[in-house]
Protein backbone atom coordinates (compact mmCIF):
# COMPACT_ATOMS: atom_id res chain seq x y z
CA UNK A 1 0.00 0.00 0.00
CA UNK A 2 1.83 3.32 -0.83
CA UNK A 3 2.55 6.42 1.62
CA UNK A 4 0.32 9.27 0.59
CA UNK A 5 1.10 11.40 3.52
CA UNK A 6 4.55 11.00 5.13
CA UNK A 7 4.86 11.63 8.88
CA UNK A 8 7.37 11.35 11.70
CA UNK A 9 5.54 8.61 13.39
CA UNK A 10 5.17 6.83 10.10
CA UNK A 11 9.03 6.94 9.58
CA UNK A 12 9.98 9.79 7.81
CA UNK A 13 13.14 11.16 6.88
CA UNK A 14 14.52 13.97 6.06
CA UNK A 15 17.62 17.17 5.58
CA UNK A 16 18.16 19.46 8.05
CA UNK A 17 18.49 22.69 6.76
CA UNK A 18 18.36 26.42 8.07
CA UNK A 19 14.63 26.70 9.38
CA UNK A 20 14.14 22.94 9.69
CA UNK A 21 15.33 20.30 12.53
CA UNK A 22 15.08 16.76 12.46
CA UNK A 23 15.12 14.89 15.35
CA UNK A 24 18.20 12.58 15.70
CA UNK A 25 16.50 9.55 14.80
CA UNK A 26 14.53 11.07 11.46
CA UNK A 27 17.50 12.66 10.07
CA UNK A 28 18.95 11.30 6.86
CA UNK A 29 22.96 11.89 6.16
CA UNK A 30 24.66 13.47 2.93
CA UNK A 31 26.30 10.49 2.83
CA UNK A 32 23.69 8.04 3.00
CA UNK A 33 22.14 9.92 -0.18
CA UNK A 34 25.46 9.98 -1.95
CA UNK A 35 24.68 6.04 -2.36
CA UNK A 36 21.82 6.53 -4.13
CA UNK A 37 21.94 4.83 -7.42
CA UNK A 38 25.45 4.51 -7.47
CA UNK A 39 25.26 2.34 -11.19
CA UNK A 40 23.96 5.70 -12.66
CA UNK A 41 27.80 7.14 -11.52
CA UNK A 42 25.41 10.55 -11.43
CA UNK A 43 24.72 12.75 -8.47
CA UNK A 44 23.52 10.35 -5.88
CA UNK A 45 22.07 13.22 -3.54
CA UNK A 46 20.73 15.01 -6.34
CA UNK A 47 18.65 12.15 -7.33
CA UNK A 48 17.82 11.11 -4.54
CA UNK A 49 16.06 14.47 -4.03
CA UNK A 50 14.22 14.58 -7.00
CA UNK A 51 12.71 11.19 -6.75
CA UNK A 52 11.46 12.50 -3.53
CA UNK A 53 9.89 15.41 -4.82
CA UNK A 54 8.19 13.69 -7.83
CA UNK A 55 6.86 11.06 -5.54
CA UNK A 56 5.65 14.54 -3.19
CA UNK A 57 4.05 15.34 -6.80
CA UNK A 58 2.29 12.18 -7.47
CA UNK A 59 0.81 11.99 -3.62
CA UNK A 60 -0.42 15.30 -3.94
CA UNK A 61 -2.14 14.23 -6.72
CA UNK A 62 -4.16 11.23 -4.95
CA UNK A 63 -5.49 14.05 -2.30
CA UNK A 64 -6.43 16.47 -5.72
CA UNK A 65 -8.14 13.65 -7.44
CA UNK A 66 -10.01 13.10 -4.36
CA UNK A 67 -10.80 16.86 -3.62
CA UNK A 68 -12.08 17.55 -6.95
CA UNK A 69 -13.92 13.71 -6.70
CA UNK A 70 -15.65 14.89 -3.65
CA UNK A 71 -16.41 18.05 -5.22
CA UNK A 72 -17.93 17.16 -8.86
CA UNK A 73 -21.68 17.33 -9.77
CA UNK A 74 -21.21 15.62 -12.78
CA UNK A 75 -21.52 11.93 -12.96
CA UNK A 76 -19.47 11.82 -16.09
CA UNK A 77 -16.72 13.72 -14.24
CA UNK A 78 -16.68 11.99 -11.32
CA UNK A 79 -16.21 8.70 -13.54
CA UNK A 80 -13.31 9.75 -14.86
CA UNK A 81 -11.34 11.66 -11.18
CA UNK A 82 -12.07 8.31 -9.87
CA UNK A 83 -10.27 6.82 -12.62
CA UNK A 84 -7.49 9.15 -12.58
CA UNK A 85 -7.20 8.94 -8.93
CA UNK A 86 -6.75 5.43 -8.68
CA UNK A 87 -4.07 5.89 -11.22
CA UNK A 88 -2.35 8.30 -9.26
CA UNK A 89 -2.11 6.44 -6.22
CA UNK A 90 -0.74 3.30 -8.44
CA UNK A 91 2.22 5.82 -9.78
CA UNK A 92 2.97 6.21 -5.53
CA UNK A 93 3.87 2.87 -5.38
CA UNK A 94 5.87 2.44 -8.60
CA UNK A 95 7.84 5.67 -7.21
CA UNK A 96 8.20 4.08 -3.93
CA UNK A 97 9.46 0.68 -5.28
CA UNK A 98 11.58 2.82 -7.55
CA UNK A 99 13.24 4.40 -4.88
CA UNK A 100 14.02 1.50 -3.15
CA UNK A 101 15.34 -0.90 -5.97
CA UNK A 102 17.80 2.44 -6.52
CA UNK A 103 19.21 1.92 -2.81
CA UNK A 104 16.87 4.63 -1.13
CA UNK A 105 13.88 5.26 0.95
CA UNK A 106 10.63 6.07 0.22
CA UNK A 107 10.07 7.70 3.66
CA UNK A 108 12.43 10.23 3.14
CA UNK A 109 10.91 14.28 2.34
CA UNK A 110 13.66 16.33 0.49
CA UNK A 111 13.74 19.98 1.20
CA UNK A 112 12.66 20.05 -2.85
CA UNK A 113 9.71 18.01 -2.06
CA UNK A 114 8.47 19.54 0.89
CA UNK A 115 8.33 22.61 -1.13
CA UNK A 116 6.23 21.10 -3.58
CA UNK A 117 3.70 19.62 -0.66
CA UNK A 118 3.80 23.32 0.31
CA UNK A 119 2.73 24.56 -3.18
CA UNK A 120 0.24 21.92 -3.13
CA UNK A 121 -1.28 22.74 -0.11
CA UNK A 122 -2.23 26.09 -1.21
CA UNK A 123 -3.44 24.91 -4.69
CA UNK A 124 -5.86 23.01 -2.74
CA UNK A 125 -6.84 26.33 -0.51
CA UNK A 126 -8.26 27.60 -3.71
CA UNK A 127 -10.65 24.48 -4.29
CA UNK A 128 -11.92 25.33 -0.69
CA UNK A 129 -13.54 29.03 -1.96
CA UNK A 130 -16.55 27.10 -3.46
CA UNK A 131 -18.84 29.55 -1.48
CA UNK A 132 -17.35 32.58 -2.78
CA UNK A 133 -17.62 32.34 -6.57
CA UNK A 134 -20.24 30.97 -9.11
CA UNK A 135 -20.69 27.03 -9.95
CA UNK A 136 -19.48 27.66 -13.67
CA UNK A 137 -16.17 29.49 -12.86
CA UNK A 138 -15.18 26.93 -10.01
CA UNK A 139 -15.47 24.65 -12.70
CA UNK A 140 -13.41 25.70 -14.68
CA UNK A 141 -10.79 26.65 -11.99
CA UNK A 142 -10.78 22.67 -10.66
CA UNK A 143 -9.46 21.71 -14.77
CA UNK A 144 -7.24 24.54 -14.99
CA UNK A 145 -5.76 23.31 -11.29
CA UNK A 146 -5.89 19.91 -12.63
CA UNK A 147 -4.40 20.30 -15.49
CA UNK A 148 -1.54 22.72 -14.31
CA UNK A 149 -0.77 19.73 -12.13
CA UNK A 150 -1.22 17.06 -15.02
CA UNK A 151 1.39 18.89 -16.86
CA UNK A 152 3.56 18.95 -14.07
CA UNK A 153 3.37 15.41 -13.91
CA UNK A 154 4.16 15.18 -17.52
CA UNK A 155 7.36 16.85 -17.20
CA UNK A 156 8.35 14.64 -14.25
CA UNK A 157 8.22 11.79 -16.23
CA UNK A 158 9.07 13.01 -19.72
CA UNK A 159 12.63 14.01 -17.47
CA UNK A 160 13.18 10.52 -15.67
CA UNK A 161 12.70 9.13 -19.22
CA UNK A 162 15.69 11.31 -20.38
CA UNK A 163 17.61 10.25 -17.06
CA UNK A 164 17.28 6.67 -17.64
CA UNK A 165 19.02 7.65 -21.64
CA UNK A 166 21.66 8.98 -20.32
CA UNK A 167 22.65 6.34 -17.34
CA UNK A 168 25.00 3.76 -18.69
CA UNK A 169 23.26 0.30 -18.88
CA UNK A 170 22.46 -1.42 -15.37
CA UNK A 171 20.14 -2.68 -13.37
CA UNK A 172 19.04 0.64 -12.01
CA UNK A 173 18.57 1.91 -15.35
CA UNK A 174 16.28 -0.81 -16.18
CA UNK A 175 14.43 -0.39 -13.48
CA UNK A 176 13.78 3.51 -14.27
CA UNK A 177 13.17 2.49 -17.55
CA UNK A 178 10.37 0.14 -16.65
CA UNK A 179 8.28 2.83 -14.21
CA UNK A 180 8.29 5.24 -17.01
CA UNK A 181 6.96 2.82 -19.46
CA UNK A 182 4.19 2.14 -17.10
CA UNK A 183 2.85 5.56 -15.93
CA UNK A 184 3.65 8.01 -18.75
CA UNK A 185 1.18 6.96 -21.04
CA UNK A 186 -1.19 7.17 -18.06
CA UNK A 187 0.08 10.62 -17.81
CA UNK A 188 -0.47 11.38 -21.13
CA UNK A 189 -4.39 10.64 -20.97
CA UNK A 190 -4.42 12.52 -18.15
CA UNK A 191 -3.13 15.60 -19.37
CA UNK A 192 -5.58 15.37 -22.37
CA UNK A 193 -8.54 14.86 -20.56
CA UNK A 194 -7.69 17.80 -18.13
CA UNK A 195 -6.75 19.87 -21.45
CA UNK A 196 -10.16 18.67 -23.82
CA UNK A 197 -12.26 19.01 -20.94
CA UNK A 198 -11.15 22.42 -19.93
CA UNK A 199 -11.58 23.80 -23.84
CA UNK A 200 -14.99 22.14 -24.36
CA UNK A 201 -16.51 23.81 -21.27
CA UNK A 202 -14.92 27.16 -22.75
CA UNK A 203 -16.40 26.77 -26.15
CA UNK A 204 -19.40 25.57 -24.74
CA UNK A 205 -20.06 29.30 -22.58
CA UNK A 206 -18.57 30.96 -25.85
CA UNK A 207 -20.69 29.59 -28.27
CA UNK A 208 -17.98 28.97 -30.91
Given at each position: ????????????????????????????????L?KF?????????????????????????V?????L?EQ????????????F????????????N?????????????????????????T??????S??T????????????L?S????????????????Q???DS???E??H??????????????E???????????S?S??
Amino acid sequence: MPTLSITAEKGGKSLPTLMTIVPPDREISFEALQKFATESKGNGAFLADLLSAVTAHERCGVHLYNCLFEQTTRDEWADRLEEFGDQTKKHVGICENLIHHLGGNSMYVSPWARLTEDQAAKTLEVLLMSGSTDPFSMELVQLEILLSAELKCHSNWHLLREIAQRMPDSKEKEALHQAVEKVEPEEDEHVEWARSTWQKEIFSRSKL
